[in-house]
């Protein structure tokens, strides 16, 4: 299943969408923090007949990166709903995000009509200590993946060659990581990097780190059907996830309707691409 690649108008510009699949109900899909649409790939071909899926490239990543600033996740939330608009009514609509892309789901929703809010891995406020430098935090949680988006490297090959033995992909590689890889390279063939902008990375990650309140009350305000899909491990493959059981609980015990999912063996990054939890999320994405 190819995607047919499109654009929408967005304030500032225009904005990279893929449509993959051609049936009539839709999932409009968010991508993560340094990501680009190509990460929804592997759940897209396993879809049911009669569904499609939709991604965009959020401002600042992928073909929509000279998108202008300022960022933040209530742009891409503005940005979302707008290419949400331009597939049909929200109300047949599932709206799916993962990681960052969660966060932008839940503020999407909010207060909205969508047939079914799903949220991969994230979506749920992070706990930060009192105090905290919100860039301390961030270098601490990503910053493998922002020093990734200030090298370069010699081809194309060579970035393959980098994600695979990134400790989410070692053991767990595929066709569909390798599209993901190869649609975010840019560049000259001497000096490939990332298409993601460090600048809008960084702004995403402190409001996201700094705005728990107003991400609770999105979560709060959903008055779609919500469910969370979590990976037991988290960005480097450790033991700990993105959204650990505690954080969860705490969120069930407050949002009652909230179905919650632990998505067996498989990591942050893994539970889009593994083809064996591609094939869950699809499921529970159509269900």
Request: proline share 7%.
């Amino acid at each position: 299943m190819n995607p047919v690649f499109g654009d929408v108008e967005v304030p500032g510009g225009t904005m990279r969408v893929a449509r993959f699949g051609t049936g009539p109900r839709v999932i409009v899909a968010v991508h993560g923090i340094t990501a680009s649409l190509m990460s929804w790939s592997g759940v897209a071909r396993r879809l049911p007949a009669g569904w499609s899926l939709v991604a965009m490239d959020l401002r600042g990543r992928g073909h929509s990166a000279g998108l202008p600033g300022p960022y933040g996740l209530p742009r891409h939330a503005e940005d979302v709903n707008l290419v949400a608009r331009s597939v049909g009514a929200e109300s047949d609509i599932v709206l799916a995000g993962h990681s960052m892309g969660a966060y932008v789901t839940a503020l999407a929703a909010a207060g909205r009509d969508y047939a079914r809010v799903v949220l991969i891995d994230g979506g749920l406020p992070m706990p930060t200590p009192a105090g905290a430098d919100p860039d301390a935090v961030l270098e601490a949680t990503l910053g493998p993946a922002i020093e990734r988006l200030r090298r370069t490297f010699p081809g194309a090959d060579a970035y393959v060659d980098f994600f695979r033995a990134h400790p989410a992909f070692a053991d767990a590689w595929n066709e569909a990581a390798e599209e993901y890889v190869r649609y975010d390279a840019s560049g000259p063939e001497d000096a490939v990097r990332s298409r993601a902008r460090e600048e809008a990375v960084r702004q995403d990650g402190r409001w996201m780190l700094t705005q728990g309140e107003a991400i609770g009350a999105a979560l709060h305000a959903i008055a779609s059907p919500l469910s969370l899909l979590r990976a037991p491990r988290g960005l480097l493959n450790q033991p700990v996830g993105m959204m650990p059981d505690e954080l969860a609980a705490v969120w069930t015990a407050r949002l009652p309707a909230l179905e919650d999912e632990v998505v067996d063996d498989c990591n942050h990054y893994t539970i889009l691409f593994d083809d064996r939890c591609a094939a869950l999320l699809a499921d529970r994405l159509t269900r």
